[in-house]
Nanobody, 119 residues
Framework: QVHLEDSGGGLVQAGGSLRLSCAAS????????MGWFRQAPGKEREFVAS????????TYADSVKGRFTISRGNAKDTVYLQMNSLKPEDTAVYYC????????????WGQGTQVTVSS
């Protein structure tokens, strides 16, 4: 019902910055929260950050708090993840996700965009 397209990944050196984008389409009026998750090779997918679609309340994982910032664009169905002071351990495939009313969890996912941080 909701289609997500994430982009903006790339290769950067440690200490650098990168900005990810996520555009939602379809039944976007059903979205309650939008967020970012990441998955490194051989590891489980983990939560990174989220923001509510109406109250703009943001939440961050402890591992990225103070370095990453999630925000909504001028279009209410667009979300960004500004990543600063990147570390090699941030290397992963980053996925945009949407939590819709009635779903009870994140059920809409982007295809993922790769972020690689070199030492």
């Amino acid at each position: 019902q909701v289609h997500l397209e994430d982009s903006g990944g790339g290769l950067v050196q440690a200490g650098g910055s990168l900005r990810l984008s996520c555009a939602a389409s379809g039944r976007t009026f059903d979205i309650y929260t939008m967020g970012w998750f990441r998955q490194a090779p051989g590891k489980e997918r983990e939560f990174v950050a989220s923001i509510t679609s109406h109250g703009d309340s943001a939440t961050y994982a402890d591992s990225v708090k103070g370095r990453f910032t999630i925000s909504r664009g001028n279009a209410k169905d667009t979300v960004y993840l500004q990543m600063n002071s990147l570390k090699p351990e941030d290397t992963a495939v980053y996925y945009c996700a949407a939590y819709a009313y009635g779903d009870g969890e994140y059920r809409n996912w982007g295809q993922g965009t790769q972020v690689t941080v070199s030492s």
